[in-house]
């Protein structure tokens, strides 16, 4: 098993942060390609604006990404707090079973946490079921929302 650290995303990071993007936006989810202009400018919003979001990766023996989680922040009035929402969560195929996924869940959480914020939230497709396992072993609870969509 590799040396894995899990930290904050810097502006260093960009070339192996957005290939990471594109392969979990096009190869995992089959997705259009939103292009490097539009993916370099969301990563610069957060590294630019904290108070928006921001994106942890995970560093294989100093040098290579394997993975990446994006927390985006908004408000919760139920409880006049932040919270946060865990929108990305992705390890590369071949460094998957490593436990890398957990730790930077254990990351995002941990984070929100030690901010004051109310709560994460996150989704996931109902045939995902390696990332339902992940979560439901992280102890998460799901939610009976339903999830609207208008374009």
Not at 94 to 104: F, M, P, V
Request: hydrophobic share 40%.
């Amino acid at each position: 098993m590799e040396a894995v650290l899990i930290r904050p995303a810097t502006q260093s990071d960009l070339p192996q942060l957005l290939d990471l993007l594109h392969q979990y936006i096009v190869d995992f989810y089959q997705s259009p390609d939103p292009g490097k202009e539009a993916l370099t400018n969301l990563v610069n919003h957060l590294l630019a604006d904290p108070s928006a979001g921001i994106q942890f990766v995970a560093e294989a023996d100093g040098q290579r990404l394997v993975g990446f989680a994006t927390l985006y922040f908004t408000f919760n009035t139920l409880e006049a707090k932040r919270m946060a929402f865990l929108y990305d969560l992705f390890v590369v195929p071949g460094t998957r079973g490593q436990k890398i996924g957990e730790r930077l869940f254990q990351t995002c959480l941990s984070h929100i946490r030690e901010n004051g914020y109310s709560h994460m939230i996150w989704e996931t497709a109902h045939d995902n079921h390696t990332a339902q396992a992940l979560y439901d072993k992280m102890g998460a609870q799901k939610q009976v929302w339903l999830n609207y969509e208008i374009k």
